[in-house]
């Protein structure tokens, strides 16, 4: 599957923005998917997981509360809407695909998933 993500930019501290994440190539309903980020000098991380049938989400800690993710798989894409963004949300965001279709075990590492988008800049000021 090829993943396309798209949305970052530039906000201030307490603002919001909304990442979105193309997918093609396969069936997008079938899969789990992800948000993963990259501060600068720090391991790319998990942010927040989806199910693939939607009706699941699970967060890290750190952003609990103030990032939503969803997804309308009639449409192929997922979102992250990102609230009351602080300086420390500042990383490289990238989606990702579960490698196993159907998988009911909620993926939340990178070795989890086989497909990746080329990741969009978020940087937020104080």
């Known amino acids: 599957v090829q993943l396309q993500a798209s949305g970052g930019g530039l906000v201030q501290a307490g603002g919001s923005l909304r990442l979105s994440c193309a997918a093609s190539?396969?069936?997008?309903?079938?899969?789990?998917m992800g948000w993963f980020r990259q501060a600068p000098g720090k391991e790319r991380g998990f942010v927040a997981g989806i199910g693939w049938s939607g009706g699941t989400t699970y967060y890290a800690d750190s952003v609990k509360g103030r990032l939503t993710i969803s997804r309308d798989n009639a449409k192929n894409t997922m979102y992250l809407q990102m609230n009351s963004l602080k300086p420390e949300d500042t990383a490289v965001y990238y989606c990702?695909?579960?490698?196993?279709?159907?998988?009911?075990?909620?993926?939340?590492?990178?070795?989890?998933?086989?497909?990746w988008g080329q990741g969009t800049q978020l940087t937020v000021s104080s």
């Open positions: 190539g396969r069936t997008f309903s079938s899969y789990n």
């Open positions: 990702a695909g579960d490698r196993r279709g159907l998988r009911i075990a909620l993926p939340n590492t990178e070795a989890d998933f086989g497909s």
